[in-house]
């Protein structure tokens, strides 16, 4: 195994780990109960996930799918979930906070100067970390549930770039995967900040927790690589259809499509529209991003209109040709005419009359 490989194996996981701990730590803070600290526990699975993934691939990742972000997705999202229903009645202001680490900085000088002549430096750094655990307990809690997020979408990001990659997935792919990623977390983040910071759902609790759920499936998309790779199709395999063949070849496009139809955009609207629709809840931001879910969704509409229709021509040529296509990654044309079965789904699908059938054609001698 090589050494890097398993630096950022070990790494990348320990950071979700950090991250998960800060928010089940955040949540027993605020509900002032010991018994949050059993949120803890599912990093147990992130840790089984490591040794795993240790032993059997070397540290590399899985094909399609990330298991180590799924987990981690495991892991966080109740802490997020329980802040978020928490924080509903508590509010703070920025001048507050301001002066709050004011007098945390005045707080931590003062320890610094006292334990610098007559203590040593290990009680030094001790009183140092207390001091500054104590600055950080004193920020509000609106605060603290924003940089959650904000940290953790943050994270999932470059988590996933510093996660080994796998041998079916190559650096490429990982760069566009890494792109779409920071545009997706953007959008997510924006989705749950300006919702939940309106005060008509704050007082709403079944508005809430319909939010939340909409902002958990959104993050679904996370641990899939389903948008910068392929699905093989093999030459060999018998009595192709045309949906497997245009799953085939545009795999990554629709997989897009579906995500933004289904998964986030799509959703997003909903919500969005039951808000000023039903909720009579209207504000600068909630219109404009509204305008821009709708704007998304009718061009990937759009998008797969125009694949359904690419896709038609295609077969529509290589069935005048007498041949047959597979998708891009591995091309394949047969000199020979296709099967029965092949041919009648072809012809329904461009809509071409049937024609006499042809004796095939001889072979050269």
Not at 240 to 248: A, D, G, M, T, Y
Not at 307 to 315: A, C, K
Request: hydrophobic residues 45%; proline residues 4%; glycine residues 4%.
């Amino acid at each position: 195994m090589e050494l890097m490989v398993l630096l950022n194996a070990l790494v990348t996981r320990l950071l979700f780990v950090l991250h998960s701990l800060i928010g089940v730590w955040r949540v027993t803070a605020v509900k002032k109960e010991p018994k949050y600290w059993l949120l803890a526990l599912l990093n147990l699975l992130l840790c089984l996930e490591t040794g795993l993934t240790l032993k059997f691939k070397q540290g590399r990742g899985y094909k399609w799918f990330s298991p180590a972000i799924f987990l981690y997705l495991i892991c966080i999202v109740p802490s997020l979930w329980l802040l978020e229903i928490h924080h509903g009645t508590q509010y703070c202001g920025n001048e507050p906070g301001a002066v709050q680490v004011n007098v945390s900085n005045q707080d931590f000088n003062q320890s610094r100067e006292s334990s610098h002549g007559s203590e040593g430096t290990d009680h030094h750094i001790i009183q140092t970390a207390k001091v500054f655990v104590n600055q950080l307990s004193t920020i509000c809690e609106t605060v603290w549930t924003l940089a959650l997020h904000q940290t953790f979408l943050l994270l999932l990001v470059v988590g996933r770039w510093l996660l080994p990659i796998g041998v079916e997935i190559t650096r490429d792919q990982l760069s566009q995967l890494l792109l779409m990623f920071v545009g997706t977390a953007a959008d997510i983040l924006e989705f749950a900040s300006e919702t939940l910071d309106i005060e008509d759902v704050r007082k709403n609790y079944a508005l809430i927790n319909a939010i939340l759920a909409v902002w958990t499936w959104s993050m679904l998309q996370f641990p899939l690589d389903l948008a910068v790779q392929h699905i093989g199709c093999k030459p060999s395999a018998s009595a192709r259809r045309i949906p497997s063949l245009l799953l085939c070849r545009y795999s990554a496009e629709l997989w897009n499509i579906g995500v933004s139809l289904f998964i986030q955009d799509g959703p997003f609207f909903i919500v969005r529209s039951i808000l000023m629709g039903h909720f009579r809840i209207f504000n600068q931001m909630l219109v404009f991003f509204t305008a821009k879910n709708i704007l998304v969704v009718t061009l990937q509409l759009y998008r797969l209109a125009v694949i359904t229709l690419d896709f038609r021509s295609t077969v529509l040529q290589k069935s005048r040709k007498g041949e047959v296509c597979c998708c891009p990654c591995e091309p394949y044309e047969a000199h020979a005419h296709a099967t029965g079965r092949q041919e009648n789904e072809m012809k329904e699908f461009v809509a071409v009359p049937p024609k006499e059938e042809s004796q095939a054609p001889s072979e050269d001698h």
